[in-house]
């Protein structure tokens, strides 16, 4: 898995909606995870939400989000763009954070709590900001 690479962000307001991409040069593991995490300064960072994308049967697609996103973010894979999309609805002044998307090559299911230590390959972010 070579790094990973961000775009979408950008100036929003309290409301509206932004779609997130993070594309992958190759995938080079068999269980394979695609998580969204997003970090302020000062903060440690929070897993956002993940999809299991290993192998082709029963799970493929799977998805976790973290609580203060539910239901108003989606994730997604395309596979043949070889790119995860983050689809944030209704965003809110506190989903401010530079967001980072990264890989865990030993996804296992069910997915639960993203610790970023399990994640390889780090793109340099793209930055969500969020006006009231």
Same mark, same amino acid.
């Given at each position: 898995?070579?790094?990973?690479?961000?775009?979408?962000?950008?100036?929003?307001?309290?409301?509206?909606?932004?779609?997130?991409?993070?594309?992958?040069?190759?995938?080079?593991?068999?269980?394979?995870?695609?998580?969204?995490?997003?970090?302020?300064?000062?903060?440690?960072?929070?897993?956002?939400?993940?999809?299991?994308?290993?192998?082709? /049967?029963?799970? #493929?697609?799977?998805? @976790?989000?973290?609580?203060?996103?539910?239901?108003?973010? &989606?994730? =997604?894979?395309?596979?043949?763009?070889?790119?995860?999309?983050?689809?944030?609805?209704?965003?809110?002044?506190?989903?401010?954070?530079?967001?980072?998307?990264?890989?865990?090559?030993?996804?296992?299911?069910?997915? /639960?709590?993203? #610790?970023?230590?399990? @994640?390889?390959?780090?793109?340099?972010?793209?930055?969500? &900001?969020? =006006?009231?």
């Amino acid at each position: 898995q070579g790094q990973l690479v961000e775009s979408g962000g950008g100036p929003v307001q309290a409301g509206e909606s932004l779609r997130l991409s993070c594309t992958a040069s190759e995938y080079r593991y068999s269980r394979t995870c695609v998580g969204w995490f997003r970090q302020v300064p000062g903060k440690e960072r929070e897993g956002v939400a993940a999809i299991y994308i290993g192998g082709t /049967g029963t799970g #493929r697609g799977t998805t @976790y989000y973290a609580d203060s996103v539910t239901g108003r973010f &989606t994730i =997604s894979q395309d596979d043949a763009k070889k790119t995860t999309w983050l689809q944030m609805n209704n965003l809110k002044f506190e989903d401010t954070a530079m967001y980072y998307c990264a890989a865990d090559p030993l996804c296992t299911l069910p997915l /639960g709590e993203m #610790r970023p230590e399990d @994640y390889v390959d780090w793109g340099q972010g793209t930055q969500v &900001t969020v =006006s009231s």
